[in-house]
């Protein structure tokens, strides 16, 4: 394990961990999901798909990696349970999958940021032809992942840790001021309506499963990312106190994130709300006009910030994302840890070029493939979210919670989760986290799960 580095200590975890979890879902996706899921009743939904089902799951992958000190695939080997690996076999595959599009989504705001530096506000309308701007965004993609792989080399402490520690506090500055100053402007409080009053009939299927593939992704669990990070973080540390830590921060950022683009969408908009629904472009087509029109020099200044502080996010995520395959390769195949990080990251740059196609410039990956009974076609960087954040991830964590109950045992569980935490065993959270474990997270994802594909890819509505 020594050779294997870790956690310099349970802020360097948490900080990490936090990290993962707070990106371009928390800040890009989690805007837009709301727009177009309802507002309100959306943002409750997922707060409780938060705790009740991403909580004991986000418990159960620490557990298992602190306890191995092994990677996601690695870890069910070292239990015991080598069939079981199949588990982290399907993360790796979840984890390239959602790298290859990721990348790509953050080449779009390292390019804005680089945009918007340079006073060019109308980037913002063109965002069209910028995404299709292929030998432009493979630059920017490319930058971006070799930003990624660059952390990723330097290694867990004096890495991801330290990469971490410095761009998550920037981060909560840029978006408190951006949320402030978002509340100044005119029409801030019907922005604000449309996002804090909810309307409970807006609450549909699609929005219980937007909610909690939302969930997932937003809190980077279901593919052994957790694993890997908990197999470097020491045993006296509190697993449990971490874990609330982390997910309070990423529904903070989220929540703010949110009181910072309404108002914006509403200033815009002149109070109509125009175009709160316009999807992934969101943030991408709305912003840059509200900077311009606060004049080129406070434009810049406001504007650089954003998506500065995207890029940031973005990039605490993606470190945790390629750190997967890289630990599974190092640990399992004995790999030399700096080639494997690089050449890791150019076969996932490779594989997400489909994706940067995706928005225009190629006609067969734009309109990639048409579900059953939908009426519009999907582009190949949606489809692959829909594989890997709504299917994969739910799915994932259904089986790790199978795993963790009925196999591993949750007397294991347990035992790990009183390491560092003396107080656990007779704590009122370990009773619910096992009826969580054994019984909510299994029975309600599977039938998440199954009316979620039966709905989505064959247009199958049973509820
Ligand atoms: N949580 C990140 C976000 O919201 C994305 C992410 C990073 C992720 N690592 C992950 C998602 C692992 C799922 C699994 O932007």
């Known amino acids: 394990m020594s050779n294997r580095g870790g956690f310099s200590d349970r802020l360097g975890f948490v900080a990490a961990a936090a990290g993962s979890a707070i990106g371009l879902g928390s800040i890009w996706k989690f805007p837009f999901e709301v727009g177009s899921n309802g507002g309100a009743a959306f943002v409750l939904v997922y707060v409780l798909c938060c705790f009740v089902f991403c909580f004991p799951i986000m418990l159960a992958e620490v557990a298992i990696g602190r306890k191995t000190h092994k990677n996601a695939v690695g870890a069910f080997g070292v239990l015991g349970f080598k069939q079981w690996s199949i588990i982290g076999k399907l993360g790796l595959v979840s984890g390239v999958l959602i790298l290859s599009f990721y990348n790509v989504v953050s080449g779009w705001a390292f390019g804005f940021f680089i945009e918007i530096m340079r006073g060019n506000f109308g980037i913002g309308k063109e965002f069209s032809t910028f995404i299709s701007d292929i030998p432009l965004m493979t630059t920017y993609s490319a930058l971006f992942m070799v930003m990624t792989a660059f952390i990723v080399a330097r290694g867990i402490s004096g890495g991801i840790e330290k990469a971490t520690k410095i761009m998550i506090p920037a981060l909560f500055v840029i978006l408190i001021g951006l949320m402030l100053y978002a509340f100044s402007l005119d029409h801030a409080l019907t922005g604000l309506k449309f996002y804090l009053v909810p309307d409970f009939s807006k609450i549909t299927f699609k929005v219980i499963y937007s909610a909690l593939g939302q969930a997932f992704f937003s809190l980077s669990l279901g593919m052994g990312a957790l694993i890997t990070y908990g197999s470097y973080f020491s045993r006296d540390n509190n697993i449990?106190?971490?874990?609330?830590?982390?997910?309070?921060?990423?529904?903070?950022?989220?929540?703010?994130?949110?009181?910072?683009?309404?108002?914006?969408?509403?200033?815009?908009?002149?109070?109509?709300?125009?175009?709160?629904?316009?999807?992934?472009?969101?943030?991408?087509?709305?912003?840059?006009?509200?900077?311009?029109?606060?004049?080129?020099?406070?434009?810049?200044?406001?504007?650089?910030?954003?998506?500065?502080?995207?890029?940031?996010?973005?990039?605490?995520?993606?470190?945790?994302?390629?750190?997967?395959?890289?630990?599974?390769?190092?640990?399992?195949?004995?790999?030399?840890?700096?080639?494997?990080?690089?050449?890791?990251?150019?076969?996932?740059?490779?594989?997400?070029?489909?994706?940067?196609?995706?928005?225009?410039?190629?006609?067969?990956?734009?309109?990639?493939?048409?579900?059953?009974?939908?009426?519009?076609?999907?582009?190949?960087?949606?489809?692959?979210?829909?594989?890997?954040?709504?299917?994969?991830?739910?799915?994932?964590?259904?089986?790790?919670?199978?795993?963790?109950?009925?196999?591993?045992?949750?007397?294991?569980?347990?035992?790990?989760?009183?390491?560092?935490?003396?107080?656990?065993?007779?704590?009122?959270?370990?009773?619910?986290?096992?009826?969580?474990?054994?019984?909510?997270?299994?029975?309600?994802?599977?039938?998440?799960?199954?009316?979620?594909?039966l709905d989505r890819f064959f247009g199958i509505a049973l509820v």
């Open 240 to 453: 449990v106190s971490s874990s609330v830590i982390i997910i309070a921060a990423t529904i903070s950022i989220a929540f703010i994130a949110g009181l910072m683009m309404f108002p914006f969408v509403a200033y815009i908009s002149q109070g109509t709300m125009q175009g709160v629904g316009s999807g992934p472009g969101l943030i991408f087509t709305v912003l840059p006009g509200v900077f311009e029109s606060f004049g080129t020099t406070l434009g810049i200044i406001v504007g650089g910030s954003f998506f500065l502080l995207l890029s940031f996010a973005a990039l605490t995520s993606t470190v945790s994302l390629l750190e997967v395959p890289v630990a599974y390769l190092v640990d399992e195949y004995k790999w030399d840890r700096q080639k494997t990080v690089w050449g890791v990251a150019l076969f996932i740059f490779l594989i997400g070029i489909p994706s940067m196609l995706s928005s225009g410039a190629s006609p067969f990956f734009t309109e990639f493939i048409t579900y059953l009974g939908a009426t519009k076609a999907t582009d190949f960087l949606t489809f692959v979210q829909h594989i890997a954040n709504d299917t994969f991830l739910p799915l994932g964590g259904f089986m790790i919670s199978i795993f963790t109950a009925y196999y591993w045992k949750k007397e294991n569980l347990d035992a790990e989760l009183t390491a560092g935490n003396e107080g656990y065993a007779n704590s009122w959270v370990r009773p619910l986290v096992h009826i969580a474990v054994s019984f909510v997270c299994p029975i309600i994802l599977g039938i998440i799960f199954v009316l979620t594909v």
